[in-house]
C-alpha cells in the first residue's frame, strides 16, 4: 500500500521549489509538502510542529543555517533524529557526501539538469519512501 508522505522540503530557490511542486502534480502524487527556505526556518518550524514529516529533503548550500549545519543540529536532538532526512543537491563532492552519510543521511541525490532525469529520480525516491516502514517518533 502506498502511503500519503508528509515532507518537509528545505530549500532556498524558488526555482526548485516550484519544479518539486510541479513533478507531485505531474506524477499525480498527493503528498503534503511543507516548505522551508534555510535550515533555520526549518528547525523553527520543526519546534512548532506536533505531527513531524515523514521524510525531510534537504539542500546543502543555503543561506543562515546550511544544510550540513541543520544535520548536525537535527541528528543531536532526540525527538527528531530519527526523521529519514535525503539530500537533495547539486553537490557532487565527495567530502559533502562522505560528511552527510556520516551524520546521518537516509540518502544522497544529485539535481539532474534534465527535467525528466528530475521527474523519474523523484518518482522513485517518493516510491520508496511510500512503501517504506517510517519510524514515527
Known sequence: MVNKLSILFIEDDV?????????????????????????????????QVDDLPDIILLDL??????????????????????????VLTTSNNQKDLLECYGIGIAGYIIKPLKYDDYISKMEQLLAYWSINELIKT
Open 15 to 47: 526555482v526548485e521549489t516550484m519544479k518539486i511542486n510541479r513533478t507531485l502534480r505531474k506524477l499525480g502524487l498527493a503528498h503534503e509538502i511543507r516548505e522551508a527556505k534555510n535550515g533555520e526556518v526549518a528547525l523553527k518550524l520543526l519546534e
Open 61 to 86: 548550500n543555503m543561506p543562515k543555517l546550511n544544510g550540513l549545519e541543520f544535520l548536525k543540529i537535527l541528528k543531536n536532538d532526540e525527538r527528531l533524529k530519527y526523521i529519514p532526512t535525503i
